[in-house]
């Protein structure tokens, strides 16, 4: 039987969860962050709103509204979230899983989440 990476680059993963970590992070970066399904729900979502910077160049900007506050926010400071997050990427076993439940979503899964917000729910006990 083939050893996990984990043991055979032990070098550079001291650990399994070291190493699902590492997974966990690519599979964000590359396949979460460009997305078309998550680039579509931008432009879909989008709208203009006020400038909240008192010295930019224009009176409106790109924004969204935070669906956990109802503020809205300049596109910079929201994040796209998952409406049912919550899943776990810690063994092999759940990696099918985890990248279905991240690439394979439709915009009605989806909702902007302010920066704080989201840091809190993503922080938060999972029950």
């Known amino acids: 039987m083939k050893q996990p990476p984990w043991v055979t680059h ?10 699902m970590s590492f997974l966990r992070g690519g599979i964000r970066r590359s396949l979460w ?12 979502n989008r709208k203009k709103i006020p400038n909240p910077n008192p010295k930019g160049r224009v009176s409106e900007v ?25 899943h776990s990427l810690r063994s092999m076993d759940d990696l099918q899983s985890f990248i279905e439940a991240i690439v394979c979503v439709t915009e009605d899964q989806l909702g902007f989440a302010c920066k704080e ?8 006990p999972r029950a």
């Open 10 to 19: 032990s070098k550079i993963w001291k650990t399994q969860s070291s190493f």
């Open 33 to 44: 962050n460009k997305s078309p399904i998550k680039l579509e729900f931008i432009k879909n």
């Open 62 to 86: 790109w924004g969204a509204t935070c669906y956990i506050c109802g503020q809205d926010f300049p596109l910079n400071n929201v994040d796209v979230d998952h409406l049912e997050g919550n």
């Open 117 to 124: 917000c989201h840091r809190l729910l993503s922080s938060a």
